[in-house]
């Protein structure tokens, strides 16, 4: 018990402040007890202890030793280090100090800024207020100068406009003075009491102005009437110039305005007039005089004549050969629209003389060119646009275009070439074309005019040739026995080609068929000049040459394309249906039995071996006359071939092949007729023993051959 009470003493003696650890002071709950020795009953240093089997009062008591021990410890530290811990207080409290000294500095900067701020305010808005002042004044200023500006009247524009020189330095005060003018009709202007005195001093300077404009623009348009002047040059130089003073007449002044656009219609009427009627006339006496007249058609014979468009000197030879077909300058004048036209003078001082249709193309180009620069001037001067440009052109030009239109058709009423006239047809389409690509329209109506005038002449002329050539008489110009071509083909052969080549590239529709009509008449015509032969194979060789020269021609003349066009296709035709014609023709003369017994008997051979014919009946003794006479006349046979092939037509390389074609031929009806013999019945008769091999006819036929090349 002592033991207890000593142990109970001591207990007394030792306090402990377990504080949040005290158990007693409280009433506590034995449930929330269990989770908390279940919870430390977990802690490592718990673990260690229960698995050790420390005492755990004796434990706590250690712990509570080292922890005096610690306090201890601690103690002596502090008060090793109380110096150093009031120097840092010391320090804090200074630190305070300053940082308080910085507040009361920041309070009062921020209150600074504060006073900053609402007087940027203040400011901003007196500087949005004196912004909206100054727009409002500017837009006053603005206003008020324009009006100003345009209603006062400087003196220095007052002295100019009435004693200056008419020059580009005038033309800017004209231009100031236009725009006070305009100013002051409008209803601002009317609106403002100043208007009142201007208005007349403005009025007073407009009719100065415009005197003074009117007197420069007509001094300058008379200016265009003075012999050898260049019209356009004047025009770009003196009136483009100042166009402007037009511009200012028509807006302040309109009678005046329409005064000199009269004066410059009939100046400029007057001076086209005059020029292109002498230019025609010098022109027209440059006429060639070798053109063809109304006997000189396809079917004309040959005597004198008169010159195109004008007489021909008496006693003259006559050319029909160059009469149908397009001169050498035919397609030039096509080519070159555009070269320089025909000086008259300097032509006649060089002995120089055109065709009609040189002369056309440069009376037409003058009047294109000159028509395109004044189409333009007036567009430009008078700033007219669409509809009055025409009407303005028209009032200009219309004498003159009526001029040429009568002077051309006086010309055609005279005109019986063909070929000419589709080569004017042709350059009239071609000027259209070039008028268009320069988008001026101002001579259209002038070419569809040449158009009614040209193609009625031209269709009527081409039916004079057809009906010359329907109305030639062969029997009285034809000469018996000559098989060589006609001369109205050789005249066709060049029309055709003219024609042809004329439409190429225009495809007109009315020529194709004119030229389908001229070809079927002349068709017709070859034909019946053929029947007036009497053997079969004078008339074939008289086709064949005159077809050959038409092809032949047409070669020439058009190359490659000669096969595109219906006359060559139709010629063409005509001539291989005729050779083969002539091939039958002229074998017949000399191997005619053998020819007529294979033609025969090879249908009956096949008629019996198919059973629907009677046996072939062999004739022994024709048979021999047939095979013997075939050997030995068949050499003597083609050197007469061979000598009246080439002698009946008049194109060599023509004769050339058809000789071949008939030796060709030749050998294909021996081969047939070797092949008949080789057959039954025939192949038992000995006569077959004197056939004539086929190579010795080849051979032969060779020679021939290499002899027609050598002499080609």
């Keep these: 018990m002592e033991g207890n009470d000593s142990d109970g003493d001591g207990l007394e003696s030792v306090q402990i402040d377990l504080g949040r650890l005290d158990i007693t002071s409280e009433e506590i709950s034995f449930d929330e007890v269990d989770d908390f020795i279940t919870e430390n009953l977990q802690d490592e240093l718990v673990k260690e202890a229960l698995e050790r089997g420390v005492d755990l009062r004796q434990y706590a008591r250690q712990v509570e030793q080292e922890l005096h021990e610690v306090e201890s410890s601690s103690l002596q530290d502090y008060l090793q280090e109380s110096k150093s811990i009031a120097h840092l207080h010391n320090q804090i409290q200074a630190c305070d100090r300053v940082l308080q000294t910085m507040e009361q500095m920041l309070g009062t ?165 005059s020029y292109f009627k002498v230019y025609v006339g010098s022109v027209t006496k440059l006429l060639a005089d070798d053109a063809p007249d109304k006997t000189d058609m396809l079917g004309s014979d040959d005597g004198q004549k008169k010159g195109f468009f004008g007489a021909r000197l008496a006693g003259a030879p006559k050319n029909r050969s160059a009469v149908f077909a397009l001169p050498r300058d035919g397609l030039w004048v096509l080519q070159e629209l555009e070269v320089p036209v025909i000086v008259p003078h300097s032509a006649q001082q060089q002995g120089l003389r055109f065709a009609y249709t040189a002369l056309f193309r440069s009376i037409n180009y003058l009047l294109l060119d000159n028509a395109s620069s004044e189409y333009l001037f007036i567009s430009d001067f008078f700033g007219t646009k669409g509809q009055g440009t025409l009407e303005l052109f028209f009032a200009i030009f219309g004498k003159t275009l009526a001029h040429l239109l009568r002077s051309i058709e006086s010309q055609l009423q005279s005109s019986f070439d063909s ?108 034909l019946r000049l053929a029947a007036e032969f009497v053997g079969r194979k004078e008339q074939l060789v008289f086709l064949i040459n005159n077809y050959d020269l038409v092809l032949s021609v047409l070669q020439e003349r058009l190359g490659a394309d000669v096969d595109a066009v219906a006359e060559g296709e139709a010629f063409q035709r005509l001539l291989v249906k005729r050779t083969q014609e002539f091939v039958e023709e002229q074998l017949s003369g000399s191997f005619g039995g053998m020819i007529e017994f294979v033609k025969r008997t090879e249908p009956l051979m096949q008629a019996a071996q198919k059973g629907a014919g009677p046996a072939v009946t062999v004739d022994e003794r024709a048979l021999e006359l047939l095979v013997r006479g075939f050997a030995s006349d068949w050499r003597k046979a083609i050197d007469t071939i061979n000598g009246d092939v080439i002698k009946s037509f008049a194109n060599f390389n023509n004769g050339t092949a058809i000789l071949q074609a008939v030796l060709t031929q030749l050998i294909l009806y021996y081969q047939r007729f070797q092949n008949v013999l080789a057959q039954a019945p025939f192949k038992g008769l000995p006569i077959r023993n004197e056939l004539i091999n086929t190579h010795h006819i080849m051979v032969e036929v060779k020679k021939h051959r290499d002899g027609g090349a050598g002499r080609r």
Excluded at 184 to 189: D, L, R
Excluded at 221 to 250: A, D, E, G, M, W
Excluded at 495 to 505: C, H, P, S
Aim: a positive charge; charged letters at 25%; hydrophobic letters at 45%.
């Design 419 to 526: 070929v000419a006239l589709l080569t004017c047809i042709r350059m009239n389409h071609e000027f259209r074309l070039l008028m268009a690509r320069r988008r001026i329209p101002c001579l259209d109506r002038y070419f569809e005019r040449l158009v009614q005038l040209l193609w009625p002449r031209f269709k009527h002329v081409l039916d004079l040739n057809i009906e010359s050539v329907q109305a030639y008489a062969p029997a009285a110009a034809h000469r018996a026995g000559d098989v060589h071509p006609h001369f109205v083909t050789r005249r066709y052969a060049d029309f055709a080609a003219a024609f042809l080549l004329l439409n190429r590239g225009f495809d007109n529709v009315l020529l194709t068929s004119s030229l389908e009509r001229l070809r079927l008449e002349m068709e017709n015509f070859i």
């Design 109 to 273: 900067f921020q209150s600074d800024l504060g006073n900053i701020s609402s007087e940027i305010q203040t400011l901003q808005e007196q500087s949005l207020s004196m912004n909206v002042k100054l727009k409002n004044r500017k837009a006053v200023h603005a206003n008020l100068s324009s009006v100003v500006k345009e209603l006062v009247v400087p003196p220095d524009m007052i002295m100019s406009i009435c004693e200056m020189d008419v020059n580009d330095v005038y033309l800017q005060y004209l231009m100031a003075l236009s725009r006070k003018v305009n100013f002051a009709k409008s209803p601002k202007a009317r609106a403002i009491s100043a208007y009142a005195d201007v208005s007349n001093e403005l009025e007073l300077l407009r009719l100065k102005a415009t005197d003074r404009v009117r007197t420069h623009l007509l001094a300058r348009i008379h200016s265009l009437r003075k012999p050898k002047s260049n019209i356009q040059l004047l025009q770009q130089n003196t009136l483009v110039k100042f166009r402007y003073f037009y511009q200012f007449l028509r807006e302040h002044s309109r009678p005046v305005a329409e005064e000199v656009m009269k004066e410059y219609k009939e100046t400029m009427g007057k001076i086209y007039f």
